[in-house]
Structures are given as C-alpha cells and as structure tokens.
C-alpha cells in the first residue's frame, strides 16, 4: 500500500510546520453570515458595464496588461480623496489582488528573514500567517479586556521589541473596535524611536466605520500605510482586489517585489467598472450600517455581551461553549463565525430578512439552553 505523504513529510521550513490554512468552513445552509461579505449582489447596470469592460479588455488579452495598472491607480486615488477626507495623487496608491497581497508585498519588502512584526490580538490571523509565510518573526501585542489597544502597553511592546513592521487594524477584525487618530500617532511615534519601522493600517473595513478613515494621517509620516480593499463595501469579493495609499516611496518599494503583470486587465476592467457606480455601492453600505446597529441592540436586548463595532460584523457572547453555541445556531439554518476567540462569536451583517432568521436563532437557542 501506497505511504500517504503528510505536509511534514516534506522539507518545509520550520515555522510552517503544524500550522493550519486560513479559511472559514463553507456550509450549504439558508444564512451564511460567516465571511464578512457584503449581502448585497451587484446592481444590474453595474453588471452590464462590466461586461462592456471586459469585453473591451478582452480583445487585448493576446498582450500583457498594464504592468503599473496607471488608470485604476488613478480612479482609487480619486475614490479616496471624495470619502476619506484627504487628498491622495496617483503616486500614492498601489493596487495588488486583494488587500493580502498588499499585506504580502509589504512583508516582502519591509519585513522578511531576521525581521520582525507585531499586532495586537485577537485581530486578522492573516497578518501573524503572512508573516510567518513571508520568514517574518510574529509578536502578538496585547489588548484590554473590552479588545481595545491599550495604548500604554501597545508602546512598551514596540519599544521592547522593536519590530520592523506594526499592523494596527481599524475597525479590527474580529472584534468591530475602533483604534482613535491619537492612539495611532503615538504607536507611529513609538515605533519610528525604536527603529524606522512601517506602520500598517489595515482599513478593509473602513466604510463602515462610524469615525473618519485614518487615512489623512499618512501625510508628512513616510513610514505610515493604510491598506484598503473593494471585497466589503464595494460588494465585490469575487474581484479580489485591495489597494494601500501611502507615500510615493512606498509604492516605489512594493514594486520591487510584485510579480510582473501581476493584476490582469479583467481585474482592472472590472474594478473601474466598480469605480464607475460609487454612489450606488456606498449606498449598500448605509444599509448595512443600520442592519449592523440593529444587531447590536437587539442581542444585548436578549442579554448578549457585544463589542461596540464599526465594522459589517458584530462580536457577540459571552457563551460558556461558544462552539457549541455556535453549532446550534448552525442546527437552525444560519452559519456565523467561530475565530477561536473564548466566549465569543461573530456574525456578518447581511439582508433584513437574514439578520432576522439569524436572531431568531439566538433566540431559540438561549431559549432551549434556559431548559
């Protein structure tokens, strides 16, 4: 019989050894509110205008696309300038597929073997495993009980360790929190006195934020990012498309280790497309915004534990099995989120009518669990 080759079977390098993919289970039930996505499918007129981009990219496909993709670039600068509140120019705004590989490219080039980078936990797993893909050494930082940054401790660690690269998540993924312009400042500051360090602000869910992108902040600050991408508020996850906006330097250093032609022209076709229905897209947003409030106050109405959030997400508990609570939730129809973090769990928000079947779910639950 033929011997089964095992991952540590093979001649992978150490820090890969007995870690686990990233990857929310992918069930067929009624409600999937598990993966963050926007619920919303793409307008029509939307859908029409990509097929005319595409279209019109695709009797080009026998050539490489924009190496530089200069027209999005162009487009994404002007999209941050009307929301976030500063202006940005073409030079300052690189596009990669999906805010990892911006995440990726950044690692690459700034952190890297004998490099270091920190975050502060529970956040996006996916930092600590790019890292670690990319030969970065991970330190996780500490939060305070209510999952905010402790602002004291956060700049004692960067002192202490003295990474090369800092991600800073706001609003934070898993738990909604928010991290203020001011708390921001002063890891930026801490982390430029302990060595020139890269300071990484992974918006991803910055529309749906109740507070202003922080994005203003990067001016005079060189070693300052804020990493966005269009799987959230455009309602497009499919795409794969994420950006960062950064000092022209920057974007100058992540083009030295992006793959050649690395966006290909129908990712560029579509996310100008995208681009093009801004109001309507942002919209959805405002929707979710207030299916997102409503979550918020009718689970502590059921007397749940949850995280303020300014996130499409809300963090509920505190459950004495949150898995268990969180397969019986999944008996009635609805999928959410189990990240490991003890006691707690997380829901997307989505339609009226989902957000209703999913808290009628926690309700039977808690109901069946008073017997």
């Not at 805010?99 to 990726?104: A, G, R, Y």
């Not at 800092?166 to 934070?172: D, E, G, H, Q, R």
């Not at 990493?227 to 498309?241: E, H, V």
Request: proline content about 6%.
């Amino acid at each position: 019989m033929t011997h089964e080759t095992r991952i540590d079977d093979l001649p992978i390098r150490d820090e890969l050894r007995g870690k686990s993919p990233y990857g929310a289970p992918q069930l067929d039930v009624p409600v999937r509110l598990n993966t963050n996505e926007n619920p919303y499918p793409l307008p029509e007129p939307l859908v029409a205008r990509i097929a005319e981009r595409v279209a019109e990219a695709a009797r080009n496909l026998n050539r490489y696309p924009d190496r530089d993709a200069v027209e999005l670039r162009t487009e994404l600068a002007a999209y941050l300038t009307r929301t976030a509140g500063h202006e940005v120019t073409t030079r300052q705004v690189w596009a990669a597929n999906g805010s990892n590989e911006i995440l990726q490219q950044l690692l690459q080039a700034f952190g890297g073997p004998g490099r270091t980078a920190i975050g502060f936990e529970p956040s996006y797993s996916m930092h600590a495993l790019i890292s670690r893909g990319t030969g970065t050494g991970w330190i996780s930082g500490p939060r305070r009980e209510d999952f905010t940054v402790d602002t004291d401790a956060a700049v004692a660690a960067i002192a202490e360790h003295r990474p090369h690269v800092v991600f800073i998540c706001s609003p934070n993924n898993p738990t909604g929190t928010a991290v203020d312009a001011d708390t921001v400042l002063r890891l930026y500051e801490a982390a430029q006195a302990a060595r020139p360090s890269l300071v990484v602000i992974d918006e991803a869910y910055g529309e749906f934020s109740h507070r202003p992108s922080l994005l203003p902040l990067i001016e005079g600050r060189p070693n300052l990012v804020v990493s966005r991408t269009m799987s959230k508020a455009f309602g497009a996850a499919g795409l794969r498309l994420g950006y960062l906006a950064a000092d022209p330097a920057v974007v100058d250093a992540v083009q030295l280790v992006r793959l050649p032609y690395h966006l290909s022209a129908v990712t560029q076709a579509t996310a100008l497309a995208a681009l093009e229905h801004t109001d309507t897209l942002l919209g959805y947003v405002e929707q979710l915004k207030t299916e997102r409030d409503r979550l918020v106050t009718e689970l502590r109405a059921m007397g749940c534990e949850v995280t303020d959030s300014d996130a499409n997400f809300v963090q509920f508990g505190r459950f004495t099995d949150s898995h268990a609570t969180w397969r019986a939730i999944l008996d009635h129809g609805v999928l959410v989120r189990d990240n490991g973090v003890p006691g707690w769990l997380r829901v997307t928000a989505g339609t009226p009518a989902e957000n209703d079947a999913f808290l009628d779910a926690v309700r039977a639950v808690m109901k069946e669990n008073q017997r």
